[in-house]
């Protein structure tokens, strides 16, 4: 006998029926995989707060003032912590501001921040949706 004739015999082929089955598994995993990747894409691109920092200024040894816009989604708080450095690059001043909701996107900001020694840079570390 061929090695046909005994794959047909004891039963080692895969019916037609079983490859369709196995690939139609294949397209809904992947199906799903995709889908879910690019809902994720979406939803962290809703919520996403881009950060411009526009300079700063050393008033005096215990305050600098940092400038600053960024872009949010209309109609969401956002959160910014803002950070004064020392030449060091040591923190000696830190400050967490809340912004209101507002009706544009993008708002410009200057914010005061107390340090504990002179700053030699003052900056936005980061913002987000509260």
Request: charged share 20%; net charge negative; proline share 3%.
């Amino acid at each position: 006998m061929t090695s046909p004739e005994l794959d047909d015999r004891y039963g080692r082929t895969a019916s037609p029926m079983a490859k369709r089955l196995r690939w139609g598994v294949v397209g809904l995993v992947a199906v799903v995989f995709f889908g879910y990747i690019g809902w994720t894409t979406v939803v962290s691109n809703m919520n996403a707060v881009s950060v411009d920092d526009l300079g700063y200024e050393v008033v005096d040894e215990n305050t600098t003032q940092v400038h600053f816009q960024f872009t949010a989604p209309e109609g969401r708080n956002v959160v910014c912590a803002i950070e004064a450095l020392d030449e060091e690059f040591g923190a000696v001043g830190y400050r967490l501001v809340e912004y209101p909701a507002g009706e544009q996107r993008g708002q410009k900001h200057s914010e005061t921040v107390r340090t504990v020694g002179e700053a030699t840079t003052g900056f936005v570390s980061g913002c987000w949706v509260a």
